[in-house]
Nanobody, 120 residues
């Protein structure tokens, strides 16, 4: 299973970016899909989650500004980021919890990370 993230870049404060992450390979089903981020000198933190039924969770710091969505047919997860702040600057990683067969166990798979830089 491979994850390819895209959509990072540089933007001024108040701007928007949309991140996408496509999963490929032998995937039977995906339960939860997440976006994490890691700023320089800080621990990786969970930004947003979306479950197979469509329910979502967000870190308090991004509530009302970020929206996570998923396309189950394409095994994709997206993160729409609006009203970006300098504090949102980080490398963003996607992660999925997936299994490769009906009786297989779920495992976590990570994308390679994409840089988001917000200038104030």
């Amino acid at each position: 299973v491979q994850l390819q993230a895209s959509g990072g870049g540089s933007v001024q404060a108040g701007g928007s970016l949309r991140l996408s992450c496509a999963a490929s390979g032998n995937i039977f089903s995906i339960s939860v899909m997440n976006w994490y981020r890691q700023a320089p000198g800080k621990q990786r933190e969970l930004v947003a989650s979306i479950y197979s039924g469509g329910s979502t969770n967000y870190a308090d710091s991004v509530k009302g500004r970020f929206t996570i969505s998923r396309d189950n047919a394409k095994n994709m997860v997206n993160l729409q980021m609006n009203s970006l702040k300098a504090d949102d600057t980080a490398v963003y990683y996607c992660k999925i919890r997936a299994r490769q067969s009906r009786r297989g166990e779920y495992a976590d798979y990570w994308g390679q990370g994409t840089q988001v830089t917000v200038s104030s």
